[in-house]
């Protein structure tokens, strides 16, 4: 089975930066395309990132400019760069297993799910 988890997560101050990894064991990573999500106290888990097969990326529009996914071999990483307050949340790195031209935004789609790094952004 898929197991994902997710590391890099810290307290920053406004403007700063993190990189966020998620290490994928139990499949063939390349298979699947992988995500990033975050879910702020009392609020929805929302898409931030995703990045296909074919590396392609597509990111939110609150985090354009400031956040790149990638990936190698069995990890994948969320640059975070000009962190801002509103950022502050758990992240969630996820993965599906998909074959279309599309990205996978929603979050319901998603098959697996690492348990989440807290990120806070001081102001």
């Known amino acids: 089975q898929v197991q994902l988890v997710e590391s890099g997560g810290g307290l920053v101050q406004a403007g700063g930066s993190l990189r966020l990894s998620c290490v994928a064991s139990g499949c063939t990573f390349i298979t699947y395309d992988m995500g990033w999500f975050r879910q702020a106290p009392g609020k929805e888990r929302e898409f931030v990132a995703t990045?296909?097969?074919?590396?392609s990326t597509y990111t939110v529009d609150s985090v354009k400019g400031r956040f790149a996914i990638s990936r190698d071999d069995a990890k994948v990483y969320l640059q975070m760069n000009s962190l801002k307050p509103e950022d502050t949340a758990v992240y969630y790195c996820?993965?599906?297993?998909?074959?279309?031209?599309?990205?996978?935004?929603?979050?319901?789609?998603?098959?697996?799910w690492g348990q989440g790094t807290q990120v806070t952004v001081s102001s």
């Open positions: 990045i296909k097969r074919s590396g």
């Open positions: 996820a993965a599906v297993m998909k074959y279309g031209l599309e990205y996978v935004v929603r979050s319901s789609a998603y098959q697996y």
